[in-house]
């Protein structure tokens, strides 16, 4: 019984001997199957180092550098001295615009292989490239933006197109630009290698906010946070633009609700949000500008609608507005000039053309003769208060009374003598209140109405029989 149970031992330790040794020899056959390229070329056979470094262009190709790049380090690794591992090395690093690395890289090489032409031409091609991105950098915290990006597309790009820095750099410089569209495109390759690039993320939110396409730009902000919930950029953009969103939404209720006098202090505190959010500003500047219309603020009303206009030329309702604060500030030329715009860019509009007929009206008005301002009174005195008003200034203004300055007595006389004629007619000062045209029909620069009788030097002047108490002259 013993010596069987001493042989099962013997047998049981046999059977792991040989499993241990067939696991080994695995372990070290897949070494050889993993590593052949590496091995290979430490042996110094160039089919399978060519075989590396076809794998290594594949992954550039398909611009998974990463990848190159492990195996690059491990055939140098396995190799110190494989000089064209240093090469391809050198320029993924160039590409990437790790420029520092690069460069040792080309050096090592260049140690390895003197006097390779192309080499060195890559080396120059790295410096250019490095200079041209450091000059692109000034250039844009010095604000000119037009040269950086010009470094950054024929320098940088050209020789490292895998540099994310410059592709950021670039993202910012359209934003700068004002090009949103071209912003959104960048960004869009950047992402499409990079899902998760954060920076793209808010540059490309900031482009559609900038576009006033707040639903996307919240859509990529939101993203980003989850992604990195502290993030402060990503942060500060989506509860601007939440800020922002609900001010303009108490804005338009308080108009709905006819709250303008608060209305206006919640357009004035969106706009004071971000004032170069040049695209959504416009609307707001309309908004503020037709509240202040309805409040009869008149001044206040032409500046709001004047900075529209300065963003969208062509703003109808701009416009229109515009015209009507003017009616409101007595700028009736003004007025008739932005409301003919109008018009002639909205022929069909009744509205437009039925305010234009108003301020066409209200400008022939202005230019006709004040009466009332003449004669010194309301527009609601009575007819007692306007002949006494005539008594005063006829006497003042008489030209026997004006010898030294009978010309301008003269003038003032028969402008005195034509306001009473109009307002001291019952008749004719209902016409005139109501903006009819009567002045045709007057001596006042026809040959109707003549104080002076004719221009002879004798003037007497009836007031139903002479001026009261009997006074004539």
């Known amino acids: 019984m013993n010596l069987l149970t001493s042989f099962a031992m013997d047998i049981g330790a046999w059977r792991g001997f040989v499993f241990s040794l067939f696991i080994l020899h695995f372990v070290f056959a897949c070494q050889l199957l993993l590593l052949q390229p590496l091995v290979s070329a430490q042996d110094g056979k160039p089919g399978n180092s060519a075989d590396l470094f076809v794998r290594v262009s594949e992954s550039i190709r398909v611009k998974h550098y990463s990848e190159a790049l492990d195996d690059l380090n491990a055939a140098i690794e396995a190799d110190p001295t494989l000089s064209e591992a240093y090469w391809h090395r050198a320029s993924v690093l160039r590409q990437l615009c790790r420029y520092e690395e690069s460069e040792k890289n080309y050096k090592k090489f260049l140690e390895l292989k003197p006097e390779t032409s192309a080499a060195e031409k890559e080396l120059s091609q790295l410096l250019q490239a490095q200079s041209a991105l450091n000059t692109a950098l000034t250039l844009f915290d010095s604000d000119d933006f037009a040269k950086s990006l010009d470094y950054i597309d024929k320098v940088v790009l050209v020789f490292s197109p895998a540099c994310s820095k410059a592709k950021l750099l670039k993202v910012k410089l359209l934003l700068a630009a004002k090009d949103y569209s071209g912003a959104i495109s960048e960004t869009g390759y950047i992402l499409k290698e990079y899902e998760n690039n954060l920076e793209a993320l808010l540059l490309r939110g900031r482009a559609y906010y900038y576009l006033a396409d707040h639903d996307v730009a919240l859509r990529h902000f939101q993203k980003g946070l989850r992604l990195d919930p502290e993030h402060s950029e990503l942060k500060k953009a989506y ?235």
């Open 239 to 473: 509860f601007g633009l939440k800020n922002l969103l609900k001010k303009t939404k108490s804005a338009e209720d308080n108009v709905e609700r006819g709250k303008l006098r608060l209305a206006v202090e919640d357009f004035k505190g969106a706009l004071a949000v971000d004032p170069n959010h040049i695209a959504y500003n416009v609307n707001l500047y309309l908004g503020l500008c037709k509240a202040l219309v309805k409040l009869g603020r008149g001044k206040d009303a032409l500046n709001s609608c004047t900075e529209a206009l300065n963003i969208d030329g062509e703003l109808i309702e701009a416009l229109v507005q515009r015209g009507e604060a003017k009616l409101l500030t007595e700028d009736w030329e003004g007025a008739v000039e932005d409301l003919k715009s109008a018009a002639q860019m909205s022929p069909q509009d009744s509205n437009i053309r039925e305010t234009l007929m108003r301020a066409e009206k209200s400008l022939k008005l202005s230019k006709r003769k004040d009466w009332y301002k003449i004669l010194e009174i309301s527009k609601t005195a009575s007819i007692s208060d306007i002949k006494r008003a005539y008594k005063k200034l006829a006497l003042q203004w008489h030209p026997d009374k004006n010898v030294d300055n009978r010309e301008e007595a003269e003038d003032k006389f028969r402008e005195i003598a034509a306001a009473y004629e109009v307002l001291g007619d019952d008749e004719k000062r209902v016409r005139y209140d109501r903006g009819e045209d009567i002045e045709d029909n007057m001596g006042m620069g026809g040959g109707g109405f003549d104080p002076f009788g004719g221009g002879g030097q004798q003037y007497t002047f009836h007031f139903e029989g002479g001026f009261p108490g009997g006074f004539h002259f």
